[in-house]
């Protein structure tokens, strides 16, 4: 399995503890989007990821494995026997995850379920209180600046854009999310990145489907 990055590691550990809070799937059709020849596509979020030669990207399995899950989500194929995740009930879905092996940047895709209570603003600001705990509080790795909420579009599709820097033992590290909120999901699509540039050659994996 892929080494997680620190921070990569930390996003996922506050989207755990954000479905936690949150009240349990309905039956809402959900189908997550597919890796099928190193390449991404998801028809909900209408977009492909193309990695470049120095990215690699998790297995399905590999992903499937950091969800939290149990045996009420599973549903057994009559014909073979075969145990299938059935992606509608599970509070949160990751999507894809790349990372670079030459710079441990890396960009990740989850789908969390988030009821009519639940907005944009309000997951932002619940996303930004983890994270506040979870960086400085838990692990000392200093204050993290959080940049002006933004809009911008990728692959065709407007987000909200939350990004946030901070430094440790003399490095600066970021994350950058484009959010949205689709039916009852709430889409985050997570780069994390040390410049700009690393953040621009995620971004330009991205294509309108």
């Known amino acids: 399995m892929k080494k997680l990055s620190l921070f990569l590691a930390i996003v996922m550990l506050v989207s755990l503890c954000l479905a936690s809070c949150a ?14 020849d190193n390449v ?31 045996d009420s989500m599973y549903t057994t194929d009559e014909a073979t026997g075969e145990k299938k995740l059935d992606y509608s009930k599970v509070p949160t879905v990751y999507e894809m995850v790349a990372t670079d ?11 969390q379920y988030a009821d009519e209570t639940m907005t944009i603003e309000s997951y932002i600001e619940t996303v930004r209180t983890q994270l506040d705990d979870l960086l400085v509080a838990e692990n000392d790795l200093g204050t993290a600046n959080f940049s002006e909420i933004t809009t911008k579009k990728l692959a065709g599709r407007e987000y909200t854009v939350f990004a946030y820097a901070f430094e440790t033992n ?33 971004l330009a994996c991205f294509s309108r489907k």
């Open 101 to 111: 092996v030459e710079t441990n940047c890396s960009v990740l895709i989850m789908a």
């Open 23 to 36: 009240k349990e799937p309905v039956d809402t059709p959900f189908s997550p989007g597919t890796i099928v």
């Open 170 to 202: 003399g490095m600066t590290f970021g994350q950058t999310m484009y959010i949205d909120k689709i039916e009852d999901r709430i889409a985050n699509i997570c780069i994390t990145h040390g410049n700009t540039e690393e953040l621009e050659e995620f």
């Open 40 to 70: 991404y596509t998801s028809d909900w979020l209408g977009l492909s990821f193309t990695p470049t030669d120095t990215m690699e990207m998790m297995s399905e399995d590999e992903l499937e494995a950091f969800m939290q899950t149990d």
